[in-house]
């Protein structure tokens, strides 16, 4: 079994708080990483129907075997059972009790807040980071098979094929999914605006383009949009303010949680088919800025990450803040340095002399600091930022 780098992070949150709430994609783990916390609490999966029914006959009848704690799979089921837990956590304030699990997070963090504010800790379990595989000496020595796989855990221990978990992910989880959280009765039309989106990757969003291309309202396309963000399919990169004066792009960058479900949804099935795509610097630039994300996550940090644009162009990929500052990270694909890749870097420490701290992280292989501001990695160095 691969450990989890998280791990650590969920074990200080279950000794702070009487429930610890776990969200993230469907199959990125939570179950596992619930189990390893707390093995011998009860565990109860509300995905199962019976189970499901029970609960909801009588919550409080159901909640009375587990008065000393349990793991509770998948809670958005079962929404009105938070109220009963709430009343069972005040009655008993030890820490560490429950484990409370979801795939779609604005469900559960709207009835976290409404019902266990204060008494819940939360985290979220994105699927493996390169540093886990990196750890578990899973990791490939080419950027090309982590992009084209992603992460999802399945995947790397069973040494799946990508491709065909990921047609199964796509019907069973995604839109199954949709239908629960909205009732979609135009579903074709939901499927064009899903492989849309793929192809918005990295791109600022223009909402009104997209509705236009799918053939449905602005408002209809903000709903879904916040689907695919609830249920980690998606997330959207916002803007990075500053005092420089120039006008500052407001619409947020998409980019896709998993590179192996971006790459499904684009129709790559291979290697051969990644390298030549005209999406490649796209996928390579959605990887990095992921797996960053990832490693936060894995902190337990949340916010923090950016991009910058202003309107004659000068573009930051991503803006990291770091103990308060903010550091420019701008991404390359191409396996070899050029000067003009340093274009928005010299922008950037331009207009920024006091916080100039500057990365570029790029296809190859040979890591290089040329000095205190600036640092050029390579993709394999991506663990340790």
């Known amino acids: 079994m691969i450990k989890r780098i998280i791990l650590p992070t969920a074990k200080e949150s279950l000794s702070q708080f009487r429930a610890l709430c776990i969200t993230g994609p469907r199959q990125s783990g939570k179950t596992t990483l619930s189990q390893m916390l707390c093995p011998k609490k009860p565990y109860i999966n509300f995905e ?4 499901q029914a029970r609960a909801l006959q ?3 009848k159901f909640l009375k075997p587990y008065q000393q704690g349990a793991i509770l799979d998948e809670v958005q089921r079962v929404p009105d059972l938070l109220r009963y837990l709430q009343v069972m956590l005040d009655k008993n304030t030890r820490r560490g009790q429950f484990i409370l699990t979801g795939s779609n997070n604005f469900l559960l963090q709207e009835q976290i807040s409404q019902s266990l504010a204060g008494r819940a800790g939360y985290i979220s379990l994105l699927p493996f980071s390169y540093a886990e595989l990196q750890d578990a000496k899973l990791n490939s020595d080419e950027i090309f098979k982590h992009i084209l796989t992603g992460g999802y855990p399945e995947i790397w221990q069973e040494r799946l094929a990508p491709e065909i978990w990921m047609n199964s992910y796509i019907q069973t989880y995604v839109q199954r999914d949709v239908r629960l959280l ?3 009765s135009n579903m074709a ?3 064009r605006f899903l492989y849309l989106c793929a192809n918005y990757a990295g791109q ?7 509705a236009k291309q799918v ?3 602005t408002k209809t396309i903000l709903s879904w949009l916040g689907v695919l963000e609830s249920s980690y399919i998606i997330f959207l990169l916002q803007p990075w303010y500053n005092n420089l004066n120039k006008r500052i792009l407001k619409s947020p960058k998409l980019y896709f949680y998993d590179t192996g479900l971006l790459c499904r949804l684009l129709g790559i099935k291979n290697i051969t088919g990644l390298k030549k795509h005209q999406a490649y610097g796209a996928l390579f630039e959605n990887w990095i800025i992921t797996e960053v994300k990832k490693n936060n996550f894995n902190k337990g940090i949340q916010e923090g990450l950016y991009y910058f644009r202003d309107s004659a162009g000068n573009e930051i990929d991503l803006i990291y803040e770091k103990e308060g500052q903010p550091v420019a990270i701008e991404i390359k694909a191409a396996k070899k340095t050029t000067s003009s890749m340093l274009n928005g870097i010299r922008y950037w420490q331009k207009n920024n002399p006091i916080h100039s701290q500057s990365i570029l992280i790029y296809g190859g292989r040979k890591t290089s600091i040329w000095d205190e501001k600036l640092s050029i990695l390579s993709w394999k160095d991506i663990a340790d930022i």
């Not at 199962?48 to 189970?51: G, Q």
């Not at 600022?204 to 997209?210: H, K, P």
Request: proline share 4%.
């Open 48 to 51: 199962n129907p019976a189970i």
């Open 189 to 191: 039309a939901f499927n």
């Open 215 to 217: 053939g449905v309202d």
């Open 182 to 184: 909205k009732n979609i």
């Open 204 to 210: 600022v969003l223009n909402r009104d383009e997209l």
């Open 58 to 60: 009588d919550i409080e």
